[in-house]
């Protein structure tokens, strides 16, 4: 951390955060005069805002920091909580960035040719600014959270982290994206009544005719389009798959855990009366999940095809419970 705080910067970095890190290093790389302003305290986000079972999503392998790869050994393995923090902070103590931490940026304005930055330390001026906040910076709480009885405890995502935080009883998971789904399975294996909320977030197979789905999109393509060909506008409205990595990797199917005792229901539409309220839309939720995972494996299919690749046969999901099917069996205790 540097020790005093200059009135001029070729450029300064807002965030923390491996993104803002990483800028930090090509900056030092390229000789760029630079600081870094982060409001709380370097990858806190890591640190202070996963819950206890936290893994990654994606493989190890695609853990491709600035030079600082992944360096385990399991690379088709899927790093949990300690091993990610560990892991980032190899990172950050190579970098070794000017940050000023609990230094939160008030304001940023444009001044001729600079651009003025106010921060809780002070003002500074910079050529130019790199603006490594995410896109989840804060967390986002619905008003109609407002409306729920006061005996009701609410958490969010970011200060959740094991089931025995919470006092007995049912639990209500709103939200079906990545996180929501992990936490709802999180709840679920400890044997607590689970409500979950779904929304329109897609889902993805985990393993698919022999390999890790993220390994044959790789090898497609996937991830090499860039912001010119995809457009960031519609990167940043999406949604991400869920499944998960914990225990070495495998699908979410909401519809197994309503076989076995999970409720589901529609996107929430509000609040009235002390009762939460849902849109008629969990099959149409359920079916446009489903629909992606089917197109992502045909897409593979086409590429096994192509390249004329041995692979094992592939396969279509059926569905395996439909909102409203009586035959749905309760969760066994024990």
């Not at 951390?1 to 955060?17: D, E, F, R, T, W």
């Not at 929304?199 to 789905?213: L, S």
């Not at 002390?274 to 079916?287: Q, R, Y």
């Amino acid at each position: 951390m540097p020790h005093n705080l200059k009135q001029h910067y070729s450029a300064v970095v807002i965030g923390g955060g491996q993104a803002g890190l990483s800028a930090s290093h090509y900056l030092r790389r390229h000789g760029i005069d630079h600081v870094v302003f982060e409001k709380k305290t370097v990858a806190h986000k890591w640190k202070d805002e996963r819950w206890d079972a936290f893994c990654l999503v994606t493989p190890n392998w695609q853990c491709q920091l600035p030079d600082h790869p992944y360096d385990g050994t399991d690379p088709n393995g899927f790093m949990v909580k300690d091993e990610i923090l560990a892991y980032v902070d190899r990172f950050v103590a190579k970098v070794d960035a000017p940050v000023f931490e609990q230094t939160a940026v008030t304001a940023l304005e444009r001044h001729g040719d600079l651009f003025r930055i106010e921060t809780s330390a002070g003002a500074v001026t910079a050529d130019s600014i790199v603006i490594a906040t995410s896109l989840y910076a804060d967390p986002a709480i619905p008003r109609a959270a407002e409306r729920l009885p006061d005996d009701i405890l609410q958490m969010h995502t970011a200060a959740y982290r094991n089931p025995g935080q919470l006092p007995e009883g049912g639990v209500i998971v709103v939200g079906s994206g990545q996180s929501g789904c992990q936490i709802a399975e999180d709840l679920h294996l400890a044997g607590r009544k689970v409500h979950l909320v779904t929304g329109n977030a897609p889902r993805c197979a985990r393993f698919y005719r022999g390999h890790d789905v993220v390994d044959w999109l790789s090898d497609i393509g996937q991830y090499d389009i860039t912001v010119e060909k995809d457009g960031m506008t519609k990167k940043k409205h999406d949604t991400n798959h869920y499944l998960t990595g914990r225990d070495g990797g495998r699908d979410i199917d909401l519809r197994k855990f309503a076989l076995e005792g999970m409720a589901l229901y529609g996107r929430m539409s509000g609040v009235a009366g002390g009762k939460m309220l849902f849109e008629p839309n969990l099959k149409a939720n359920l079916d446009g999940a489903d629909r992606v995972y089917n197109g992502i494996n045909a897409l593979i299919d086409r590429y096994i095809a192509e390249e004329n690749i041995a692979a094992p046969a592939g396969s279509v999901y059926e569905p395996l419970w439909e909102p409203g099917n009586r035959d749905r069996r309760p969760r066994s205790e024990g």
